[in-house]
């Protein structure tokens, strides 16, 4: 069975600093990973996601994550912090269409931007 | 206009009384699912759809049913609701024919309380 980990539920960055969001997941077979984000009052929107096309994967907001397989991780890296950032984010895991496409998701990290 | 629209936004309801929340996509998407959200536990499946003669439990489905009335519709259902239902309840689709990994597309959210 798939599942993700994500560690820490509350992470606090300054303003320009590097931002990392740690996620670990469990598969028996090739994941597909996602990162989303949920800013105040609004829905989940995609970040980015793993295709197994390239192991590092650009998104929006100059958000990036690397997938290691070794690791089995897919942590989510910004290089510079924006108080924009500050929402929560969850990493999420798939097997796709083959799995009635659900989606499995993490606890979530919120994401806070000190000035 | 937005892709996927949830009406109520937010719902104030009491414990036993009967609710129906409701989704409507543009998006053209055949699969249909339904989320909770709680603090600290991500989002967790209740049900989904493939099309209006599929029906599917998620992870979490007593105390809940649904509706697929067509395609672009799909309530969700507390016949009795408790408090425990008390959370943000998501709405999402994708498309099969996208391809994988199937991404999904998610609403703004209902926020519903029991009281």
């Known amino acids: 069975a798939q599942s993700v980990t994500q560690l820490g539920s509350h992470v606090s960055v300054s303003e320009g600093a590097l931002v990392l969001l740690r996620c670990n997941y469990s598969?028996?077979?090739?994941?597909?990973l996602f990162w989303y984000v949920q800013y105040p009052n609004q829905g989940l929107q995609l970040l980015l996601k793993?295709?197994?096309?390239?192991?590092l994967v650009k998104g929006i907001n100059g958000f990036e994550a690397e997938f290691k397989k070794s690791e089995t991780s897919f942590h989510l890296t910004k290089p510079s912090a924006h108080m924009s950032d500050a929402a929560e984010y969850f990493c999420?895991?798939?097997?796709?269409?083959?799995?009635?496409?659900?989606?499995?998701f993490g606890s979530g990290t919120r994401l806070s931007i000190r000035p | 206009d937005a892709d996927v629209t949830q009406t109520p936004r937010n719902r104030i309801t009491k414990t036993g009384k009967r609710i129906m929340l409701e989704c409507s996509q543009t998006?053209?998407?055949?699969?249909m699912y339904w989320y909770r959200q709680d603090p600290g536990l991500g989002l967790r499946l209740i049900y989904y759809?493939?099309?209006?003669?599929?029906?599917n439990k998620g992870e979490i489905s007593d105390g809940y049913s649904v509706s697929r009335q067509a395609q672009a519709k799909f309530s969700l259902s507390l016949e009795s609701a408790i408090p425990n239902q008390t959370a943000l309840y998501f709405c999402?689709?994708?498309?099969?024919?996208?391809?994988?990994?199937?991404?999904?597309?998610f609403g703004p959210g209902t926020r519903l309380t029991v009281l």
């Open positions: 999402a689709t994708s498309d099969p024919l996208a391809g994988d990994p199937n991404e999904q597309f």
């Open positions: 598969s028996s077979v090739p994941p597909y």
């Open positions: 793993y295709t197994s096309a390239a192991t």
């Open positions: 999420a895991v798939s097997l796709g269409y083959s799995s009635a496409s659900k989606i499995i």
């Open positions: 998006k053209g998407h055949d699969r």
């Open positions: 759809s493939f099309d209006v003669k599929d029906i």
